[in-house]
């Protein structure tokens, strides 16, 4: 079992829909997470932070975490061609020596 | 805030050279910083994880005399790809944290390409 685990998709919305971005991760002390958008071609880029339970709203973008449950989910409201992108979930925990650990991503295609 | 500047943005060189790229955080003091390889159409790949002051430490398989690490302040981290070889070209990312809790803020990435 990965330690982050992300629906490799694609998935695929289109233009004005939800998009719902899921995220599992498997270390129990985790205490910060993260969501990333990674343009083909181009280095990841910080949408999200989010450090305790519920949820948490940034303009279109909402964070919703479930410490219990060990999932962290991304919702993209209103979604446009331009969030076209692959998301990337990063989980960090006291456990692991400082690093983050990654998912493998999940690829979005918003169609018009 | 929180900016992260890396260069060169590409670069394209013999076998046998050398090549150092630089990475940098302009608006704050990073504690820790990471480098990170790409290849296309796959996930990031941490190299090493970098503390101010101290030696890099090298995930497994990455050769640490191949990818020099230095980290000699708290805004400048550098990767020296050691006598390249056209099998290191790839997409060399940075990034940078202020504190362990804290998200990595990325560069915007090396292109390397050894012929």
């Known amino acids: ?112 | 805030g929180a900016v992260v500047s890396q260069h060169p943005s590409w670069v394209i060189c013999k076998s046998g050279t050398s090549v150092k790229i630089e990475c940098r955080s302009l608006d704050f003091q990073a504690t820790t910083m990471f480098w990170y390889r790409q290849f296309p159409k796959q996930s990031l790949m941490l190299m090493a994880t970098s503390n101010e002051g101290s030696k890099a430490t090298y995930e497994q398989g990455v050769e640490k005399d191949k990818f020099l690490i230095n980290h000699a302040s708290l805004t400048l981290s550098t990767l020296t790809v050691t006598s390249a070889h056209p099998e290191d070209s790839s997409f060399y990312i940075c990034s940078a944290r202020e504190h362990s809790n804290q998200p990595q803020h990325f560069g915007d990435g090396t292109r390397l390409s050894i012929l």
């Open chain 1, 1 to 112: 079992q990965k330690e982050v685990e992300q629906n490799s998709g694609p998935l695929s919305v289109p233009e004005g829909a939800i998009a719902s971005l899921n995220c599992t991760y498997s270390d129990r002390v985790s205490q910060s997470f993260f969501w990333y958008r990674q343009y083909s071609g181009k280095s990841p880029e910080l949408i999200m932070s989010i450090y305790s339970n519920g949820d948490k709203e940034d303009g279109r973008f909402t964070a919703q975490l479930n410490k219990a449950s060990q999932y962290v989910s991304l919702l993209i409201r209103d979604s446009q061609p331009s969030d076209s992108a692959t998301y990337l979930c990063a989980v960090n925990a006291p456990t692991n020596a400082g690093k983050s650990t990654f998912g493998d991503g999940t690829t979005l295609t918003v169609k018009p």
